[in-house]
């Protein structure tokens, strides 16, 4: 069994950043690929970045140029550097893995204010 426990949500104004981190934890070998993604009020779950297990890197339209995702394999740990926030990426942001099977993090409350 693999946990996600994912830290750094919080409350930010507008133009701010917050970084994410997502540690797994337990049997692993190796992970494939690490992500997050996000869902807002009334909304679908959305990915927003995702990174594979040799560093390559996909962003949604919507952070590309604000979002980095990066990972440190020896950790198991995905991280998110989310900067120039705005008001539409409030949202519960939940780390993913992908093991051969899908882990989800609890999510983490990540909330912009104008």
């Known amino acids: 069994q693999v946990q996600l426990v994912e830290s750094g949500g919080g409350l930010v104004q507008a133009g701010g950043s917050l970084r994410l981190s997502c540690a797994a934890s337990?049997?692993?070998?190796?992970?494939?690929?690490m992500g997050w993604y996000r869902q807002a009020p009334g909304k679908q779950r959305e990915l927003v970045a995702v990174?594979?297990?040799?560093?390559?890197?996909n962003y949604a339209d919507s952070v590309k140029g604000r979002f980095t995702i990066s990972r440190a394999n020896a950790k198991n740990t995905v991280y998110l550097q989310m900067n120039s926030l705005k008001p539409e990426d409030t949202a519960v942001y939940y780390c993913?893995?992908?093991?051969?099977?899908?882990?989800w993090g609890q999510g983490t409350q990540v909330t912009v204010s104008s």
């Open positions: 337990g049997t692993i070998f190796s992970i494939n690929t």
């Open positions: 993913h893995a992908y093991l051969g099977v899908e882990y």
């Open positions: 990174i594979t297990l040799g560093g390559s890197a």
